[in-house]
Each structure stands twice: as structure tokens, then as C-alpha cells.
């Protein structure tokens, strides 16, 4: 039996449930992240509270409980569901009173299929919407039309994820991920003010890029760069580093992954074993 944390309780999932008059489920009023734990150990975590502490404050919704205190609830229900591999969904949102709601979802994590990684995933450019204004695509929220327009997208056209773009017709990100490309050794991705949430996984590359001294430029890309592009990889927590093949069909690059992608990879891989 599946258990979900709701305020404080662990209640069996198939009696879970939150109020109708939950601000998420009326205007899609909430915050939340997603997680991975890896061997029992949540990835990232400390940066994934920043981002919640500060998406929380700009929809003026109050966390009900202590960093430490959260840490404790995620082991917790990882426990409970004996979960060492999972994927964890935080959300808080609040009542029409004010008082908070904070649950705690976790799940066998199931990653992407090998051959994504050994041989590359294709990319496409969204068509049926643009992405988020600067303002709100900076906040993880539940109000997830847009994302969820570019999944049915994306499904509908057998790809591995999609890419937005904004008013300006720049590449800002993906349906779930943040996009970098490669041209002539040096990484580039587009700057946060072009309209994009600023991804976990993205802070730990653009780390560990610096790390292995390659060259990271933030600048506004637009479709022709990334066709252009010698490599070209997404990131994000369920998917880590995924490189791409093709994007609208059309190869990029000589080989997938690339050789800067294939380094990134094994850093990273380094950085999530330490």
C-alpha cells in the first residue's frame, strides 16, 4: 500500500484527498517541486527549498513547517512506502482561511529508457502555444495549462520533449526541462529573463561546466541556432542530462551524445555518486 503525507498525517493514497476548496484545485493557486531520491538520498534538496521558499513568497503562501521539519516528513514517507529510488512530488498551496496545505506524493522512479541517453531523444519546437510570461514561467505553479498543451504535443508527436518559445520567437525551455546546446566548444543556454523557470539541474550543469572549465555563455537562442547547434542536451531532474538527436526531424550534430554532452554526463554522473 501506497502512503501520501497531507499536513503532518501519512494517509494510505486510495483515501487521500485535499478539499474543494484547496486554492490549487480552484485557480491553480500553488507551489510545488519535483524530487528524486537516489539510494534514500534526496538530490539537491537545499536548492529545491530555495526555489519553493521563494516561489511561496511571491504567491504569498506560507510553508507550515521547517526546512527541517520537511526533510524529516520526505525520509518519513520515503520510508513508509520503502522507496529508495523514488520520485517525490511536493505541493503547497492553501484554504480560502489561509491555512496552509503541504502534501507529499512518492513513487517508484522509473527513468527514461537507455537508449535515450546512448543514442539521443527527439526534439520539437511547440506549436500549440507559446510559453509563459517572464513573471509566471519563473514560478513552479500548479497552474499547468501551458505544460500541459506541450505534453499532449509532444506525445502526439512521438517526441522526447518540446521546446517553447516566447512573444519574441526565442528559445526559452522545454515542457519540462531547461535546453542547452553546444557550438564549437562552448555551451550556451538561454538567459533566465527570456522566460524560463530556473531549473535545478541547470544551476548543477552550468556548475560543473565551470568545473571542467568549459566556456558557459547565457544568451538569447532562437530555432536557427539550435539547428545550427553541434550538440544539443535537456535537463531536469526526472531526466538528468538527455541528449538530443534531432530536432524537427533534422540530425544534429555528427554523433549523440557529443563529445562536451558525453563529459557533462560522466560529471555529473561523478557529482550524483559523491
Known sequence: MNFTWINGKLIPKNQAGVSVDDSAYLYGHGVFETLRAMRGKILFLPDHLKRLDRNARLLSLKLPVTHKQLTQALHQTLHKNHLQEARIRLTLSQLPSGQPQLTLI?????????????????????????SDSTALAGIKSTNYLTKVFARQEIAKRHAVEGIFLNA?????????????????????????????????????????????????????????????????????????????????GKKIGSSCPGPVSSKLMEAYSNCLRS
Not at 192 to 197: E, H, S, V
Not at 201 to 230: C, F, H, T, Y
Open 106 to 130: 512518492t513513487e517508484p522512479f522509473i527513468p527514461y529508457p537507455r537508449s535515450c541517453y546512448q543514442r539521443g531523444g527527439k526534439l520539437i519546437l511547440i506549436r500549440s502555444t507559446r
Open 168 to 248: 519574441q520567437d526565442e528559445i526559452t525551455e522545454g515542457a519540462s526541462s531547461n535546453i542547452f546546446m553546444v557550438k564549437r566548444g562552448i555551451l550556451y543556454t538561454p538567459p533566465i529573463n527570456a522566460g524560463l523557470l530556473p531549473g535545478v539541474r541547470r544551476k548543477v550543469v552550468m556548475q560543473l561546466a565551470k568545473k571542467i572549465q568549459l566556456k558557459v555563455n547565457e544568451r538569447s537562442l532562437r530555432p536557427k541556432d539550435l539547428s545550427g547547434a553541434d550538440e544539443i542536451f535537456v535537463t531536469s531532474t526526472l531526466k538528468d542530462i538527455l541528449p538530443i538527436r534531432s530536432l524537427e
